[in-house]
């Protein structure tokens, strides 16, 4: 790895020793604003009549961006800019010779539905960074931060500002108002910000914009033109605090006997958020007693690998400026690299409890479903001079469980320590923006652990080093990380550590790690390095490498599925850049990707080719394929030997209609195939969406997924006979789903929004059998099946008599599974005035084991009706201070 670094730098120096290429730069574009002085402010109502106005020049000639670049659009826009001592004024035309078929669809904010217009500030002149404002002709705000260069899109920053549109006979009108403590800038006194205004002309699914945007170009925020004339505005603090109070109730089936399980619970509980302007950079977030509660909650899903899955973030506090904590450990253009690995994954701060009490026979357990987050604060932002800061400090509870027995007598047990959770990270632009470095450190600490909470770690600290360079106009850039992570805790917290899903170092054919129980702690290392050009011209590509020692650990505040894993990747792609008779643009990929473990096992080689298509009906289609010439699996049986696995086909394939109209069908669908038959899937989800008008839209995607795998993991016997046994099956599974929404906007402050999904996976196992040669060839050759004679079903167990000496030499569970769910949300959100809302919500989930002898259908119908569900009914009010 330290020799292919070496090798990238040297390529760099190469490269950039070259005369620079400047045919695709673009000149900027200049439009120089006036402060209103005595002028009365213009009122914010979309007409644009008021005298204001007149102090400036329109700004236009606007150009087509897509899809045919660089053409003149089908409908003009012009805009105009003034400014007072605390806000930004922006008047807009979107010019339309056929007003009345200006598509004004409603949707909730960040809908971004029907014809729409945004202006992007970049305020810091950094070319990387900005502020979006996007109001549609139907009057819906949305507002999205831009990072990296426009490659990190956050639609969660939702900032005050004031907005009104208008139709009339030449098109429609947009009118806004932004505060100037909305938006981060320096205190030059004659300042220069990036300015951008994009169009989309729904009727044409076209872009225009006020700067030209080649289709070939790196970036966004680079391109941006400029914004002159701003002097002497002063830099404004932020300062809003936003209390909220939360009433909730809770109905679920009573359980006999249980005192926990009566059958319902209330609380109302109260909190404080408040935002502070340290700066007009930087800000502090502070929140007391936080309300983290879910108004969406997680899709169901079911993972028979063993590994967690990931979940995207939801809660407010985590989701505002969450790009500035991101630190990404190989994430590649080319894909199955772990992209979901990252240092800081803000879902394990308020997680559930990690414990759960031991207990006998007639008592019973109030376990709590999440841990409270005492308080926690955020600062965060970036300066004029390119320094991006963030500091996160968050304290969450200790957490007990209470057990009450038969004859009343209680106890508490610690499931949850005392936990300190801190994030640190900086990054540094430098060399014309064009480059930058950074770093990240974070810790978790946990109070004394009791006896019972001896798995947990008693800390964990990563700290890890970024940079990106940039050269000829940014079309080309090397990247790269390294990272490392130290645990610490008690002899058993590190052995269970090593033995876990991610680490398996009791793997019995592993010669380069093994279990050590003196051990109490462990130090990793990871990183990733690439190489690649987005920009100029048809061709991009990206090549790269990225590591995970056996001893990184990620998992107390990061997410990491597995170590020990060293990686190459290469992707090479095509594509159109002017539409012509039948694609507005197309493209064709190539990837292929090659594995090994710090064994020097060559464990994975994979190749893929991929082409995607948007038609000139405005379709959007792809396809791919794939082939797997190497696969041999670590994990697959838990701590066994390394098992090889058949090469195997696989492709993928989806296809969306136009999605401007008012219904619009979709499908994909996916299937993999071992060359022996050893391995057989396919998952294929479809369905539609419907507006029937523009405040209505209803959507229903069914999935069904087929898994059937004659060599599926169920659990590994130590000592049978002298040796140990890995236990496997033939798995035929079943998973069938249904996702259902329904939104209904009355206006753009105040909508309904349902969801709903039922879902049942079910999975019967047969052909028993144990690995006995791990790795060889011929798939019949790996293991040892069972017959009929050797195998018994009595009460839910199997017996394996091997010998056939009518004694069992060991027995198992049955591992056949049938898992049921229906969950559902309904949501009425009121914006009752900017930045203060009014939650009402109702959530339902039944969970229930169904058996796995029936049919889908039977099974999920008599599981999930005439069920007695879990039902939460949330009062959420917030106001917020701006002061």
Excluded at 155 to 164: A, G, L, Q, T
């Amino acid at each position: 790895m330290k020799n292919a670094l070496l090798f990238i730098l040297l390529l760099t120096s190469i490269v950039e020793l070259k005369a620079q290429d400047t045919t695709n730069v673009v000149p900027k574009k200049i439009y120089v604003t006036k402060g209103l002085g005595s002028e009365t402010p213009p009122t914010i109502d979309g007409l644009l009549d008021d005298p204001a106005w007149n102090l400036v020049e329109w700004g236009d000639d606007f150009i087509e961006q897509r899809p045919d670049e660089n053409t003149p659009p089908g409908q003009q826009t012009a805009f105009k800019i003034v400014y007072g001592e605390k806000s930004l004024y922006i008047g807009i035309r979107c010019f339309d010779t056929e007003p009345d078929k200006i598509v004004k669809r409603l949707s909730r904010r960040d809908g971004f539905e029907g014809d729409w217009i945004g202006v992007f500030i970049d305020s810091y002149h950094d070319q990387r960074t900005a502020f979006g404002f996007i109001v549609t002709a139907a009057g819906v705000k949305g507002d999205v931060f831009e990072s990296n260069n426009g490659a990190n899109e956050d639609d969660s920053w939702n900032p005050i500002w004031y907005v009104k549109t208008h139709t009339d006979g030449e098109g429609w009108t947009a009118e806004m108002r932004i505060p100037l403590s909305q938006i981060k800038f320096g205190n030059e006194e004659d300042q220069v910000w990036g300015l951008q205004f994009m169009r989309r002309y729904f009727r044409n699914e076209e872009r225009s914009v006020w700067q030209r945007l080649p289709r070939d170009v790196a970036g966004f925020v680079s391109e941006f033109g400029e914004l002159h004339g701003l002097k002497n505005i002063q830099p404004q603090k932020q300062l809003e605090i936003q209390p909220y109070t939360v009433a909730r109730m809770e109905t679920y089936e009573a359980e006999e006997g249980n005192p926990f399980k009566d059958g319902k619970d209330s609380d109302i509980t109260g909190g404080l958020d408040a935002k502070i302007g340290i700066t007009n950079d930087l800000t502090l977030d502070l929140t007391v007693n936080p309300d983290f509660g879910q108004v969406d909650a997680d899709p169901s899903a079911i993972a028979l690998d063993g590994f967690q899955i990931f979940f995207q973030e939801r809660r407010p506090f985590f989701v505002e400026n969450k790009n500035i904590f991101d630190f990404s450990v190989s994430q590649s253009e080319a894909g199955n690299t772990f992209g979901s690995d990252n240092v800081f994954y803000s879902r394990r701060i308020g997680r559930s409890p990690q414990g759960y009490p031991s207990t006998m026979d007639g008592e019973f357990v109030d376990q709590p479903d999440n841990t409270p987050i005492i308080g926690a604060a955020k600062f965060s932002g970036k300066t004029k001079n390119g320094w991006a800061i963030g500091v996160l400090e968050s304290v969450t509870a200790r957490r007990q469980a209470t057990i009450v027995d038969e004859n009343g007598n209680r106890r508490e047990e610690t499931v949850e320590p005392l936990t300190n959770y801190f994030v640190g990270r900086l990054q540094k632009d430098f060399n014309n923006r064009n480059s930058y470095v950074g770093g990240i450190f974070t810790s978790t600490n946990r109070e004394d652990l009791p006896q019972e909470l001896d798995f947990l770690h008693q800390s964990a600290y990563t700290g890890a080093l970024d940079f990106k360079h940039q050269w000829n106009n940014r079309d080309w850039y090397v990247e790269g990380d390294i990272i490392l992570s130290h645990v610490a805790g008690s002899e058993q917290a590190i052995q269970d550590t090593q033995r876990s899903i991610a680490h398996l170092f009791h793997r019995v054919d592993a010669d380069h790690v093994s279990v050590d129980t003196t051990r109490t702690s462990l130090t990793g290392s990871g990183g990733n390095v690439q190489i690649g050009k987005l920009g100029k011209g048809h061709w991009r590509f990206e090549s790269g490498g990225t590591w995970r020692s056996p001893e990184l650990e990620l998992n107390d505040i990061g997410f990491q599925r597995q170590a020990d894993d060293i990686r190459h990747y290469t992707w090479v792609g095509y594509q159109t850049l002017k539409p012509d008779s039948t694609f507005r643009q197309v493209g064709i990929n190539y990837n292929h990707w090659t594995a090994w473990d710090f064994g020097g096992n060559h464990n994975y080689m994979q190749f893929n080719t991929n082409s995607w298509q948007n038609w000139k009906n405005n379709w959007q289609t792809n396809l791919g394929l794939n082939y797997a010439v190497v696969d041999y699996s670590n994990f697959a049986l838990r701590g066994g030997p390394r098992l090889r696995q058949t090469p195997w086909f696989s492709f993928w394939n989806s296809i969306n209609t136009d999605n401007r109209k008012k219904i619009r069908f979709s499908i994909f669908h996916e299937g993999r195939k071992a060359v022996d038959n050893s391995v057989k899937s396919y998952y294929i989800e479809g369905g539609f969406v419907y507006q029937p008008i523009n405040a209505l839209r209803i959507s229903a995607f069914p999935s069904l997924g087929i898994n059937h795998d004659k060599l599926q993991f169920i659990d590994n016997f130590d000592d049978i006979g002298g040796s140990p046994r890995y236990l496997n099956g033939e798995i035929d599974q079943r998973t069938l789903s249904m996702s259902i929404r329904l939104n209904y906007t009355i206006n753009p402050n105040l909508t309904i929004q349902y969801w709903g999904q039922p879902f049942i996976s079910r999975g019967r196992y047969s052909n028993f059998k144990h690995v006995t040669d791990a790795t060889a060839k011929r798939f019949e050759d790996r293991f040892v099946q069972y017959g009929a004679n050797q195998t018994t079903l009595s009460d839910g167990v199997y017996a394996i008599d091997e010998d056939l000496d009518n004694v069992a030499d060991f027995s198992f569970d049955n591992p056949d599974f049938s898992f049921v769910q229906f969950r559902s949300n309904l949501v009425v959100r009121w914006e009752y005035i900017p930045g203060s809302e009014i939650f009402l919500v109702w959530s339902q989930d039944v969970s229930r084991s169904g058996d796995p002898t029936d049919g889908l259908l039977p099974s999920l119908g008599d599981n999930i009706f005439g069920q007695k569900p879990q039902n939460i009914f949330l009062l959420k009010a917030t106001y917020r201070f701006v002061l």
